[in-house]
């Protein structure tokens, strides 16, 4: 066979699965079902692949979905199955015609929003005058009156995005506007990020444009809008339990932007103020990323806390500072379509270039009586809805298939509140091709395309995010198998470098290396991140030393295992659990209770409460991790399967499982040592694992050595405690004798050149501590402090041989006086810490009001 | 008729307010029979920053921020209204509720948007199916808009108890109308409800009403209350009020302070606390008449 016969087959394979088009359009195949000229350059570069390379390519995209952490959400349940984010190999190509056509009509659509926002927020001439019927407003719970009359002069919108279909004619439709938030443009960038990585030659050779001008060109926008080169920016995210948190958080980094909530916020007067650790630091610019509605308990939703108290106020006084302004998302109703053509005439002279779907808005009551009589004919749906993840639009009712019942609420509900609804034809979508195992196969879908005000008008992000919809009942951008496409614009010609207005001033502030502010929320996350970590490294050598020995065991055990006993103390912390009797076989024995310390979920150090800790601590500070340590965080996420397996593993399964965690914690931490910049963010992790370490060695050494005991169990006890501690190369080489206890106390507790010993932990959190804003005025050491002083000191002066000393009673007073001293700062130490640093003295608020009582 | 009304509220905190912030409609507006002589607003402590403007329904409105700490809010608001008889209204007059075109203005005319704004339910005057079938024998077909609402203000005073305790602020008007007993808010919101079902346009209004106390008794300082009504539109009259609490239609003892959807548009005090645990709060209202035959001796 020939070079040439080879391609030739491929190529077979590689379409042969690719239907008839139905009289839609595709993509990919015209009318000719020969594919289109823009596609040829792709599937040269695809055709040259094996159908296993690909298959490869496609599996790499996968892991790499899983890994930045795109499928969970933070907080779901891990037992119950969650829709996958997939995103398929191929991606959907446009052509630089089509891009132009697109860029300029999504742009007009944009400003054309921003015309009718000034008006219904300002003079509402258009809706005095009928050009927009006012029901259609004022029905609409997206339009807030409390924002009347702010107009920011930059326009109300900064982000705008709309949801296209492509008619069976080739004509593009808009199925939704996104005017609220930056609608889910985190999960596009991502896309793009991990799509290029995994055809990184594909892309190039199609000269794709890149994204990253454009949000170059935001950025510069942004710091245009603020008035001043380094900005402060936030974004303003409704917090992890949100479906689209993943997409706030992306942005958040590729743009640098801080990550706050509704509580990190406070609104003194005309201003929003981040609080920190240094105390409260002024915004200038909050992009929203919360529902308008929802963004201010004051003069809003009483009942929502996700945007600070006294918001609306702040941009009344400052409307550029609210990105999008609050109240935008009127502007989504799905009524307004029918309107805009003549809208588009009046306000900017110009013809609608892109027109929406056919709908009825059923405030009309001319319309209503149409639609009533031919109902079959309609999807109904709320005229407006809150912008939720992409592919998760609501689907509606279709009144074809509805039972008597829901048909006749159906009718009750048009002519009750006709006003809130519409009524749209399912027109269809065009098709797009997706790489399955059996080679390219055609499919419905939608696309979502994302601009932002510049400095000239708005740019359109050349790509976007296009996905499988279900054509068959979907009117909008509705999913079930959650499948996305990354979108590839061609270029016409090699692109020039944006010139950036922000970059000088990143340089310039490279230089100064000043600390970023950290939020009092994220110091609280890092710091139990810190202590998660150090608590599931510690959980692991106890088992793995208990596990360890078991061998030199098996002929006598005269006395308890000291592994044992320290598996029983940690299993019993948090709860009163019984400890099974077990096997008299000694490693049969710690086997059982170590599978217990892994899997019980009753117990506060069990692996799999530390695990949860770790992946939902380091989840919510995903914005301050680098990618390569978020992609290792996945790795934390344990499951149901896996704890079971835990409970009934044997002793080499769980030999190989904790060696296998445990260089996990240890990549996670690398990363961590690695990536992060020592910053207060840093001393906050570094000061919970510290507090962590030291606590637990105390614990245990409090557990095996405050009472006197035989010679052969106080050596067994000491030989434990150098491994379980990672001290056992250093004492050898120090004394190259056999442990004793004077001089394994020196080297645990004493000695402050031993990473692993107590005095290293507390003149770390020391040094941390002396580095941190203080926020007192006086002198007067900080509570805090006066705890480590404290601790240290009593360390310093204990003196090891006394600790050694056995007292009448056959305990060791000395050693027991100064563990449980440790036992009880360190925790008093921890909360001393959450007390100035977390809390800044917030309660949650709380609502008052009065009534009209006669 | 002249009153003077003033209105004192005292809040005391079970621990320090850190933080407190609110939104305070204790301003009389402007209206057709009414004039505004003075208004005055103090607050203890002192304001950090405070802002008087007109809200979106054209209501004088304060928002104002507290940043000291604090365990005690005081706020005291006199007013001194002048309020116009007002001419007889014959209620079976007028267009019926049901003729098509009141509702919209003619294409070439400009829509009175203050009118269209009331026609629509709002969230505690939304429509259930109870709230239909309450409103039907009231809205009959052909009837006057006014007598529609007269019908509706004559029945919830016969059908509904009065009750302090049987709802709160944030009971909607399909509650009231399964408990049967509530306040003036709450008679308000169920009317409205009512009429904006038929898209009747028509608003919250909200003040104060002159009590008399009984004969031979001195007037009690502080007793009066806040209170709540409703404002129907009718082509031929403008915006007429009701009173279902009292079955009546305001005249000059009515005195209005602010107009809205309903409550939740223009509640007199709302604020949002941080700290401050539980809260303990006093109420004074007096509605002082100093012109004409009621005028105390001083």
């Given at each position: 066979m020939t070079v040439d016969a080879q391609t030739q087959e491929r190529q077979l394979d590689l379409l042969e699965a690719y239907g008839p088009t139905g009289g839609t359009y595709d993509e990919l195949v015209g009318p000719d079902r020969r594919p289109r000229p823009h596609w040829t350059t792709f599937l040269h570069g695809l055709r040259r692949l094996t159908s296993r390379d690909r298959l490869a390519r496609a599996s790499r995209l996968d892991r790499q979905v899983r890994e930045t952490g795109l499928v969970h959400d933070v907080f779901a349940d891990p037992e119950t199955p969650q829709q996958q984010w997939r995103l398929n190999l191929m991606p959907l190509i446009l052509s630089a015609d089509e891009w132009s056509w697109l860029e300029r009509a999504v742009g007009q659509r944009a400003r054309l929003f921003n015309a009718i926002l000034a008006d219904i927020y300002g003079p509402q001439r258009l809706?005095?005058?009928?050009?927009?019927?006012?029901?259609?407003?004022?029905?609409?719970?997206?339009?807030?009156?409390?924002?009347?009359?702010?107009?920011?002069?930059?326009?109300?919108?900064?982000?705008?995005?709309?949801?296209?279909?492509?008619?069976?004619?080739?004509?593009?439709?808009?199925?939704?506007?996104?005017?609220?938030?930056?609608?889910?443009?985190?999960?596009?960038?991502?896309?793009?990020?991990?799509?290029?990585?995994?055809?990184?030659?594909?892309?190039?050779?199609?000269?794709?444009?890149?994204?990253?001008?454009?949000?170059?060109?935001?950025?510069?926008?942004?710091?245009?809008?603020?008035?001043?080169?380094?900005?402060?920016?936030?974004?303003?995210?409704?917090?992890?339990?949100?479906?689209?948190?993943?997409?706030?958080?992306?942005?958040?980094?590729?743009?640098?932007?801080?990550?706050?909530?509704?509580?990190?916020?406070?609104?003194?007067?005309?201003?929003?103020?981040?609080?920190?650790?240094?105390?409260?630091?002024?915004?200038?610019?909050?992009?929203?990323?919360?529902?308008?509605?929802?963004?201010?308990?004051?003069?809003?939703?009483?009942?929502?806390?996700?945007?600070?108290?006294?918001?609306?106020?702040?941009?009344?006084?400052?409307?550029?500072?609210?990105?999008?302004?609050?109240?935008?998302?009127?502007?989504?109703?799905?009524?307004?379509?029918?309107?805009?053509?003549?809208?588009?005439?009046?306000?900017?002279?110009?013809?609608?270039?892109?027109?929406?779907?056919?709908?009825?808005?059923?405030?009309?009551?001319?319309?209503?009586?149409?639609?009533?009589?031919?109902?079959?004919?309609?999807?109904?749906?709320?005229?407006?809805?809150?912008?939720?993840?992409?592919?998760?639009?609501?689907?509606?009712?279709?009144?074809?298939?509805?039972?008597?019942?829901?048909?006749?609420?159906?009718?009750?509900?048009?002519?009750?509140?006709?006003?809130?609804?519409?009524?749209?034809?399912?027109?269809?979508?065009?098709?797009?091709?997706?790489?399955?195992?059996?080679?390219?196969?055609?499919?419905?879908?939608?696309?979502?395309?994302?601009?932002?005000?510049?400095?000239?008008?708005?740019?359109?992000?050349?790509?976007?995010?296009?996905?499988?919809?279900?054509?068959?009942?979907?009117?909008?951008?509705?999913?079930?198998?959650?499948?996305?496409?990354?979108?590839?614009?061609?270029?016409?010609?090699?692109?020039?470098?944006?010139?950036?207005?922000?970059?000088?001033?990143?340089?310039?502030?490279?230089?100064?290396?000043?600390?970023?502010?950290?939020?009092?929320?994220?110091?609280?996350?890092?710091?139990?991140?810190?202590?998660?970590?150090?608590?599931?490294?510690?959980?692991?050598?106890?088992?793995?030393?208990?596990?360890?020995?078991?061998?030199?065991y098996l002929e006598s055990a005269p006395t308890r295992h000291a592994g044992d006993v320290c598996l029983e103390m940690l299993i019993s912390k948090g709860a009163a659990l019984s400890i099974p009797v077990g096997s008299r076989r000694v490693s049969g024995r710690s086997a059982t209770l170590a599978g217990q310390l892994a899997s019980e979920r009753e117990s506060t150090y069990s692996l799999i409460n530390s695990f949860d800790g770790i992946y939902r601590v380091a989840s919510l500070t995903r914005d301050r991790l680098s990618l390569e340590t978020w992609r290792t965080l996945a790795s934390f996420r344990v499951d149901e399967t896996w704890r079971r397996r835990m409970a009934e593993a044997s002793v080499s399964e769980l030999q190989d499982e904790i060696e296998d965690k445990l260089s996990l914690v240890a990549t996670f931490s690398g990363h961590l040592a690695e990536n992060m910049t020592r910053n207060f963010g840093w001393f906050f992790l570094d000061m919970g694992r510290r507090l962590e370490r030291a606590y637990n060695l105390c614990d245990v050494l409090q557990l095996l050595f405050h009472a006197g005991q035989s010679d052969d169990e106080s050596n067994e006890h000491l030989n434990f405690i150098l491994r379980l501690a990672d001290s056992y190369i250093t004492y050898r080489s120090r004394y190259r004798l056999q442990p004793m206890l004077p001089l394994v106390l020196d080297l645990l507790v004493m000695d402050e050149t031993n990473p692993r010993s107590v005095a290293y932990q507390v003149a770390g959190l020391m040094r941390h501590l002396e580095a941190l804003p203080q926020q007192t005025g006086s002198n007067a050491l900080t509570r805090e402090r006066r705890i480590v002083l404290a601790l240290q000191t009593a360390i310093r002066l204990a003196d090891v041989n006394e600790l050694a000393t056995v007292g009448p009673e056959k305990i060791r007073p000395a050693l027991s006086l100064l563990l449980r001293q440790a036992l009880k700062d360190l925790p008093d130490l921890s909360d001393a810490i959450s007390r100035r640093y977390f809390r800044l003295v917030d309660d949650e608020p709380h609502r008052v009001v009065l009534r009209h009582e006669a | 008729m002249i009153y003077e009304v003033s209105h004192r509220t005292s809040y005391r905190y079970e621990s320090t307010v850190t933080q407190s912030q609110h939104l305070i409609h204790l301003a009389p507006r402007p209206a057709a029979r009414q004039t505004v002589q003075r208004h005055m607003l103090m607050i203890e402590p002192t304001p950090t920053w405070r802002h008087d403007f007109r809200d979106y329904f054209g209501n004088p409105i304060s928002v104002l921020g507290i940043d000291n700490e604090h365990r005690e809010l005081v706020m005291r608001a006199h007013s001194t209204i002048e309020v116009a008889r007002r001419g007889p209204i014959d209620v079976t007059a007028g267009k019926a509720w049901d003729e098509a075109g009141h509702r919209q203005a003619a294409r070439n005319h400009d829509i009175d948007l203050d009118v269209a704004q009331y026609a629509l339910p709002s969230p505690a005057t939304a429509t259930g199916a109870a709230v239909l079938d309450y409103s039907r024998p009231s809205a009959r077909p052909g009837r006057p808009i006014l007598a529609v609402a007269w019908d509706l203000t004559c029945r919830i005073y016969d059908d509904f108890e009065f009750d302090s305790h049987a709802t709160d602020v944030s009971t909607p008007a399909v509650d009231v109308l399964r408990k049967r007993r509530g306040v003036c808010q709450d008679f308000a919101h169920l009317a409205l409800a009512c009429l904006r079902a038929h898209r009747i346009s028509a608003r919250y209004v909200s003040g104060y009403i002159l009590t008399r106390p009984p004969p031979g008794m001195p007037r009690l300082q502080g007793a009066d209350a806040s209170h709540a009504w409703f404002s129907v539109w009718a082509p031929e009259t403008g915006w007429v009020d009701f009173d279902p609490t009292n079955r009546l239609m305001p005249n000059d003892e009515h005195i209005a302070f602010a107009y809205g959807r309903e409550y939740g548009d223009i509640s007199p005090i709302s604020g949002v606390l941080l700290g401050g645990g539980r809260h303990h709060v006093d109420v004074a209202v007096d509605v002082v008449p100093i012109t004409g035959d009621s005028r105390p001796a001083d």
């Open positions: 809706l005095r005058r009928g050009k927009i019927p006012p029901a259609l407003v004022f029905g609409d719970g997206s339009y807030l009156r409390a924002c009347q009359g702010i107009q920011p002069v930059q326009g109300h919108l900064q982000f705008y995005a709309a949801d296209l279909a492509r008619s069976a004619d080739g004509n593009w439709r808009v199925i939704d506007n996104h005017a609220e938030t930056p609608a889910g443009v985190g999960y596009a960038v991502a896309n793009r990020v991990m799509h290029a990585d995994v055809t990184d030659d594909l892309f190039s050779e199609c000269r794709t444009r890149r994204i990253s001008n454009h949000f170059s060109g935001l950025q510069a926008a942004l710091a245009e809008r603020a008035g001043r080169g380094d900005p402060t920016v936030a974004l303003l995210t409704p917090g992890p339990a949100h479906g689209d948190y993943f997409s706030h958080a992306y942005l958040a980094r590729y743009l640098d932007l801080a990550l706050v909530e509704g509580g990190d916020l406070r609104v003194v007067g005309d201003e929003v103020f981040l609080k920190t650790l240094e105390g409260l630091k002024k915004i200038d610019l909050l992009v929203r990323c919360i529902e308008g509605r929802k963004a201010d308990p004051l003069e809003l939703d009483p009942s929502s806390f996700l945007g600070p108290s006294g918001l609306v106020h702040a941009s009344r006084r400052s409307p550029g500072m609210m990105i999008n302004a609050i109240g935008s998302a009127v502007i989504e109703n799905r009524g307004l379509g029918a309107y805009l053509p003549s809208l588009c005439e009046e306000l900017l002279g110009e013809t609608l270039l892109l027109r929406d779907a056919p709908r009825w808005w059923l405030g009309d009551e001319t319309a209503r009586q149409h639609v009533e009589a031919r109902l079959d004919e309609y999807v109904i749906r709320p005229a407006s809805e809150g912008t939720g993840r992409p592919g998760q639009a609501v689907r509606g009712r279709v009144a074809g298939v509805l039972s008597g019942d829901e048909r006749t609420q159906l009718i009750s509900d048009l002519q009750r509140h006709g006003e809130t609804l519409v009524a749209e034809q399912r027109a269809g979508f065009g098709t797009m091709p997706s790489l399955t195992s059996q080679g390219l196969q055609r499919k419905a879908f939608g696309l979502r395309l994302f601009a932002a005000a510049s400095s000239d008008g708005f740019s359109v992000m050349p790509g976007g995010l296009a996905m499988g919809v279900d054509a068959e009942t979907a009117v909008a951008l509705s999913t079930s198998d959650g499948e996305t496409h990354d979108v590839w614009v061609m270029a016409t010609e090699p692109e020039r470098p944006h010139a950036s207005l922000w970059r000088p001033r990143v340089e310039s502030a490279l230089v100064q290396r000043s600390q970023r502010t950290l939020q009092s929320r994220v110091a609280d996350n890092l710091f139990w991140l810190g202590r998660y970590l150090e608590r599931a490294d510690w959980t692991m050598r106890v088992i793995r030393s208990s596990l360890g020995r078991r061998l030199e | -």
